[in-house]
């Protein structure tokens, strides 16, 4: 595939690695990429990858900040509320980042655990420089030129001034505020961030995407040329070798992901 995604352990892109980023074609379409949940990171619980082409994180907001005794971390029944009104570890966080042919998906669900309502300012950090990846990893720009974004009326829209390197990058925020319809795109200017406000009512669950699409002047792939190029990735896959294991099925799955993240490679 032409798209990889670089994260730290937090499945964010930071300024703290210099190779981190989702690049298409070796080109880094987004620099930085990071959640917030009122205006703060979550907390991270764990992570994982449930297939060769996703990255997978769990998280809670917010977290303690006082604590006692007990493997809960407290000695009470008390239970505190944040600055915004929410109770402690009331939000599970679980996100996932999946590359695809032509692009890059995040896919952020929210679930409220307290008996409370709540109201949550979500964020998509971003922005973009377009460095090659070898210019990444040796932290040395060869080529560099400005980037314009523009908001749009569901996302934002970076664009490299390069002459010679005609890249674009469209991202496309669900439930997120953007430009009016019908108005320039300097009605509401882009500020690194992509919110949205979610209001979840008590054990409720909110599911919010993030597509991320690079354009690379020719390289771009269309429907068609996506459509082709998955239909022969899932017939490459169905002529894998089939192991099966009736007394041990768990050890059957076992082999059946470790053959299919062999032929991801």
Same mark, same amino acid.
């Given at each position: #595939? ?12 930071? *300024? ?17 990429? /990071? ?17 060769? &082409? ?18 809960? &971390?407290?000695? &009470?029944?008390?239970?505190? =509320?944040? =600055?915004?009104? =929410? ?6 966080? /679980? ?6 042919? !032509?692009? @890059? ?8 655990? #307290?008996?409370?309502?709540? *109201? ?6 971003? !922005? ?10 040796? &932290? ?10 523009? #908001? ?28 009016? +319809?019908? %108005?320039?795109? =300097?009605?509401?200017?882009? %500020?690194?961030?992509?919110? %949205? ?12 995407? @993030? ?8 390289? %771009?792939? +269309? ?13 490459? /896959? ?6 099966? @294991?009736?007394?041990? /099925? ?16």
């Amino acid at each position: #595939s032409a798209s990889l995604l670089v994260t730290d352990e937090r499945g964010e892109c930071a *300024e703290h690695d210099p190779v981190g980023g989702y690049y298409f074609h070796e080109a880094r379409h987004l620099r930085r990429l /990071r959640v917030e949940v009122n205006g703060a990171t979550p907390w991270l619980c764990a992570e994982g990858s449930s297939a060769p &082409d996703t990255l997978d994180f769990v998280y809670v907001y917010p977290e303690l900040t006082r604590f006692g005794g007990g493997g809960t &971390d407290v000695s &009470d029944d008390t239970t505190w =509320v944040n =600055v915004h009104g =929410v109770s402690q570890r009331a939000i599970d966080i /679980r996100l996932s980042h999946t590359v695809k042919l !032509d692009g @890059m998906e995040s896919a952020l669900t929210l679930v409220n655990r #307290s008996h409370e309502p709540v *109201e949550l300012e979500i964020a998509w950090v971003l !922005d973009a420089d377009f460095a090659d990846i070898q210019e990444a990893q040796f &932290d040395r720009r060869e080529q560099e030129a400005g980037v314009v974004s523009a #908001s749009t009326e569901d996302g934002v829209e970076f664009s490299y001034q390069h002459p010679q390197l005609a890249y674009r990058t469209i991202v496309v925020a669900a439930g997120h505020e953007g430009a009016p +319809s019908g %108005t320039p795109d =300097v009605a509401r200017p882009f %500020t690194g961030r992509l919110t %949205t406000r979610v209001q979840l009512a008590p054990q409720e669950t909110r599911e919010l995407t @993030m597509t991320v699409t690079p354009i690379a002047g020719s390289e %771009t792939l +269309s429907d068609a040329d996506v459509s082709a190029r998955q239909e022969s990735l899932e017939r490459w /896959r169905t002529a894998f070798t089939r192991i099966t @294991m009736p007394g041990n /099925r768990l050890f059957e799955s076992i082999v059946e992901t470790n053959i299919r993240d062999i032929g991801s490679f």
